[in-house]
């Protein structure tokens, strides 16, 4: 035998949770005629700037992953910070590369 509860939380006959068998309420609900339903149907009909249909998730990382596409949720908040870092260690490599070259360079000269 299944029971069937309905979420009262005001109802004199509710228990801790706020739920209420449906026997004991005086008017029960109709049949919910619309119950939603979770898919990817949301990317349904999306395509690109250049016309690539990206309907669904599957298609979606495909085209991200041949054309190197990211999506700005990708990075964190440290990443900006990081890249600046990054990029500033890449200049002072360079320059110290270019300082040794020069110095060898006037070594043999």
Aim: net charge neutral.
């Amino acid at each position: 035998m299944s029971r069937t509860f309905y979420y009262r939380p005001g109802h004199p006959k509710a228990n801790d949770c706020g739920m209420v068998e449906e026997c004991d309420l005086d008017a029960v609900p109709e049949a919910p005629t619309h119950v939603p339903i979770v898919s990817d149907l949301y990317m349904d009909g999306h395509v690109t700037v250049d016309g690539v249909d990206i309907g669904s998730r599957r298609k979606r990382q495909d085209y991200m992953r041949r054309t190197g596409s990211l999506d700005a949720s990708d990075f964190s908040h440290g990443y900006y910070e990081n890249e600046r870092k990054h990029r500033e260690r890449a200049e002072e490599r360079s320059v110290r590369e270019s300082v040794i070259e020069t110095y060898r360079r006037l070594r043999k000269a």
